[in-house]
């Protein structure tokens, strides 16, 4: 699909270059003389290079159109994790390294959003909030600020948190999966 320059937006996947770019940062700049353009930061999906680049809102660029399909989390090994389709019960798998911090927070059977460009898988998008546990957190202390208090918690899947006082190991939460915040106690 054609967009001009201006209508150029952050987390926008466009196609330029002969290769696949995610917007970071878009910029709209008027200078004292000549057209405004949009100074835009992108960094490359396949290669992890950035590029930045001005764009005049007469020119054109093809934003990339992605399949997005459910799958289910089923396990991880020393490199992949692997993810069913539960319509078609066709397996897919995809290296940790493409998934990052996120697939710590991947347990059995969750359902997962995965893009496809191409029929290669690009990204996976969690739920927007996950139920985990508290593994070991420090024991609040009386007396504290209402400013500072917030604890550090350790989940069971390794990450680390913030957490109120009230909360204690063994504990079951919800946090958000694209901030890795606490929301709240269950």
């Given at each position: ?52 680049e001005r764009f ?15 799958y289910n989390f ?76 917030y604890k550090p ?34």
């Amino acid at each position: 699909m054609k967009i001009s320059g201006n209508e150029i937006r952050v987390g926008m996947l466009l196609e330029y270059k002969n290769d696949l770019w995610l917007v970071l940062k878009t910029q709209h700049v008027k200078p004292g003389k000549g057209g405004a353009f949009a100074q835009v930061e992108m960094k490359s999906v396949n290669k992890n290079t950035k590029l930045n680049e001005r764009f005049r809102s007469s020119d054109t660029l093809e934003k990339a159109s992605l399949d997005e399909v459910k799958y289910n989390f089923l396990y991880e090994d020393e490199t992949d994790y692997y993810f069913m389709n539960p319509k078609s019960f066709e397996q897919i798998n995809i290296k940790k390294d493409k998934i990052g911090e996120k697939g710590k927070m991947l347990t059995e059977n969750l359902e997962v959003n995965i893009n496809f460009y191409n029929e290669k898988p690009l990204s996976v998008d969690l739920p927007n909030q996950i139920k985990c546990k508290i593994e070991i957190t420090d024991v609040a202390l009386k007396g504290q600020t209402v400013s500072s208090s917030y604890k550090p918690a350790k989940l069971t899947n390794g990450i680390s948190i913030q957490v109120p006082p009230f909360i204690e190991s063994g504990d079951e939460i919800i946090i958000d999966t694209r901030t890795v915040e606490y929301i709240k106690k269950i």
